[in-house]
Nanobody, 119 residues
Framework: QVQLVESGGGLVQAGGSLRLSCVVS????????MGWYRQSPGKERELVAT???????NYANSVKGRFTISRENAKNTVYLQMNSLKADDTAVYYC?????????????WGKGTLVTVSS
């Protein structure tokens, strides 16, 4: 059993900042890539940022220069620092991790945390 639990969402004014966290727990041997995705009402889930086990990062064009993804391997945790937030960033943010357990490697999702940016 593997669980991903996000935290840090909330209501913030445009131009403000939030930091999301996601802790992975359970039957874990190692964690490969981790990432953040988001979904707004009426839209498909989209990639926000990913980070490999070695620390290489990838960002959606819409968040480059404003968001920073990082991870703390010893704590099985991934973070998303979001600065200069815009109303368009309003969405449910989901954590994703490719977790290696004793049986196999699988992608897991958290339940999401809501970020609301008021204009």
């Amino acid at each position: 059993q593997v669980q991903l639990v996000e935290s840090g969402g909330g209501l913030v004014q445009a131009g403000g900042s939030l930091r999301l966290s996601c802790v992975v727990s359970g039957n874990i041997l190692s964690i490969n890539a981790m990432g953040w995705y988001r979904q707004s009402p009426g839209k498909e889930r989209e990639l926000v940022a990913t980070i490999t086990s070695g620390g290489s990062t990838n960002y959606a064009n819409s968040v480059k220069g404003r968001f920073t993804i990082s991870r703390e391997n010893a704590k099985n945790t991934v973070y998303l620092q979001m600065n200069s937030l815009k109303a368009d960033d309003t969405a449910v943010y989901y954590c994703n991790a490719n977790v290696v357990s004793i049986y196999r490697a699988m992608n897991y999702w958290g339940k999401g945390t809501l970020v609301t940016v008021s204009s």
